[in-house]
């Protein structure tokens, strides 16, 4: 069954450095979202991105996020200078279309394993 | 703003009995309702999902019902198996939105 798949599974990095986290989408999908969840909280919506631009962003998607779909397999999900507060289980997560233009079941979301991302 | 609540964070079942999570919102747009189910160290897997034109929708040992006028949705699981044990999160959405809104989730212990 496709999948969607994540790198690195674990990334730690020190506070104000980048980093890029990688999805791979289910390859015939064509909406793209990212999600992270703070150890013990709930999971909170990021971006969601469509032909090459992003479609929605949440308050917590400020200039220090951009993502990218730099080649027809990869998106990513860059933070320009890490904060403490960052540090996270940063999920990506691929639809074949968005909900409101076709059947419930081609719209399902299906998630990657995430990436945990420890800022120090 | 916790738009999407699940008011239990863990609830223990026996093996073969019905385990209930319940999950309430509080945005009356909302009109697009799934459970997903995650296992440690891994993503949120989609279980089931119910439009609010309906009030019920059954998938094998899964059943989701939809209050609207209490905002209120469950997820029946009959009969309960040890390997169901995950922490489950309910989630939301609007017709014309394109993000979900997550509760924080049960975590589900299915005792054998």
């Known amino acids: 069954e496709p999948e969607v798949t994540q790198t690195p599974s674990h990334q730690v990095t020190q506070m104000g450095q980048e980093v890029i986290l990688r999805c791979v989408p289910i390859?015939?999908?064509?909406?793209f979202y990212w999600y992270r969840q703070i150890l013990g909280q709930k999971v909170e919506f990021l971006v969601s991105?469509?032909?090459?631009?992003?479609?929605?962003k949440s308050e917590i998607f400020d200039d220090q996020f951009s993502v990218e779909r730099p080649d027809g397999s990869n998106f990513t999900l860059k933070i320009r200078s890490t904060k403490l507060e960052d540090s996270a289980m940063y999920f990506c997560?691929?639809?074949?279309?968005?909900?409101?233009?076709?059947?419930?079941?081609?719209?399902?979301?299906?998630f990657g394993p995430g990436t945990r991302l420890t800022v120090l | 703003d916790q738009q999407v609540k699940q008011n239990s964070p863990s609830l223990s079942v026996q093996e073969g009995r019905i385990s209930i999570l319940n999950c309430d919102y509080t945005?009356?747009?909302?009109?697009?309702f799934l459970w997903y189910k995650k296992y440690p160290a891994e993503g949120p897997t989609f279980l089931i999902s119910?439009?609010?034109?309906?009030d019920k929708n059954e998938d094998g040992r899964f059943t989701v019902f939809l209050n609207k006028s209490a905002k209120h949705l469950s997820l029946h699981i009959v009969p309960s198996q040890p390997g169901d044990s995950a922490v489950y999160f309910c989630?939301?959405?609007?017709?014309?939105?394109?993000?979900?809104?997550f509760g924080t989730g049960t975590s589900l212990t299915v005792i054998p």
């Open positions: 119910i439009s609010s034109i309906k």
């Open positions: 989630a939301a959405d609007t017709t014309m939105g394109n993000q979900f809104y």
């Open positions: 945005n009356s747009m909302f009109d697009y």
């Open positions: 991105f469509y032909n090459n631009e992003i479609s929605e």
């Open positions: 390859s015939n999908h064509l909406y």
């Open positions: 997560a691929s639809s074949e279309r968005p909900r409101y233009a076709s059947t419930f079941r081609t719209d399902t979301q299906y």
